[in-house]
């Protein structure tokens, strides 16, 4: 594949990811207006932390897009490039939690957004 063929096939997954997200949000958020309130909800109930939660939801599309690796002739419950879509649409979600504890702990955010630029 060149770069050309792989620049087009990344911005076609990354419009996906965004109109898969924009589509389950409400849904996830229960039209709450913290986007991350699905991991903190369900963390409260289960007395756990919000990036537990998050890393057990995460897994499971993982666990399918490796089962799908293996196996690709395997019977999709949905088309696996959505199972691609909602793991990116999970990294992104667990580091806005991971930015939001840093948040809760008052740390200095600018020298973590300057690592990333």
Known sequence: ????????LKNRILINCQKIMNEKQPEYT?????????????AKQLKLEPLQVWGVF???????IL??????????????????????????LGYALYIDLLKERHEDLNLIYKSIE
């Open 30 to 42: 229960n039209n709450n207006k913290d986007v991350l309130y699905n991991f903190k909800s369900t």
């Open 1 to 8: 594949m060149d770069i050309k063929e792989y620049n087009e």
């Open 67 to 92: 089962s799908h690796s293996t196996n690709p002739n395997m019977h999709q419950a949905e088309p696996i490039e959505s199972r691609y879509c909602d793991a990116i649409n999970y990294l992104t």
């Open 58 to 64: 995460l897994h499971k599309h993982i666990q399918s």
